[in-house]
């Protein structure tokens, strides 16, 4: 009994709206401010602006490139997005509430995804509008892409749920899912780069919500530092998460490089120094495109794993 009490005052404390916010809830809502800024800045830039509007849509265009031999496979991709997103997001998160009995979390996790999916549409076309602005290839408001949303609330959902020993890896495999679902809209010109980093972008701001719920305790527990005792039980799985983050993180430090090159070369041959910019700058513009929705891809998935490392 004596035992019982003291294990409980150590985890038990006194409870205040206050501390609560500031030790839990308070990196999460930071994150979704961070987010907020960087996908109005997207928007603004990307749909608002005549230079951000050409870049995008020359990286539309370099889709072109190749189409034939890629449109095939992309093809399936999108119209597996649905079945897999159900497969994926509902089957699994069934399962693993049913095991973890976390019936909170996967409550949070499922409006959090429903709300991110509808109120991406409502942006889209409700909400946001793409101005005319003499750029070729017009055509309406794109931004967020669905399919895109979809797939990367169907991986948060999961990324929620799991134990925090396997978030690492189910924000891989759910990011490397969003990821191929938003490249393979982008080869299949459905939508531009920047509507694809948008959707993963608005699906991680309501993840930063979802996340800002379930860190306010309920009853005055804290969230409990599980690093040192996960090392202890799972050394060899603790060894593969950490080199994989070494291996994610360098892959988005290699394609963010090569998405910036890419990017400044698509301003410098869309400028008033050449007369067109020919198949070259289409091509770059592309290849650019697809190297930023991966860098977005894995620096969520780096930051989210961060982010939510203590979430029970």
Known sequence: MALTHTVACLIVRNWSPRSSLTKG???????????TVTFTGLYL???RSHVG????????DGAEFGRRSITPFTGRVLDSVPDVAVAFGVLLTAVIAFVRRNWRTLAVALVAAAAATASAQLLKYGILARPDLAVEGYAGNSF????????AASALVVFLVASPRLRPMVAGWGTAFAV???VATLANQWHRPSDVIAALLWVALWG???GAVLA???????????????SSRWPAFTGLRRSTVRVVRWLSIGCGT???????TTLVLSSSLFERVGVFGTVVAYLGGVTAIVTAGLLLALSGTRLFARLP
């Open 25 to 35: 809830s308070l990196g999460y809502l930071a994150g979704a401010a961070l987010i």
């Open 45 to 47: 830039f990307f749909v």
């Open 53 to 60: 509007q050409e870049a995008d849509q020359l990286a539309y």
């Open 144 to 151: 967020p892409s669905g399919h895109t949303t979809v797939a």
């Open 180 to 182: 191929l679902a938003g």
């Open 208 to 210: 930063c919500l979802a």
């Open 216 to 230: 306010w305790p309920r009853v005055g527990v804290e969230l409990r530092t599980e690093t040192a005792a996960a």
């Open 258 to 264: 090569v998405s910036a090159l890419a990017f400044i």
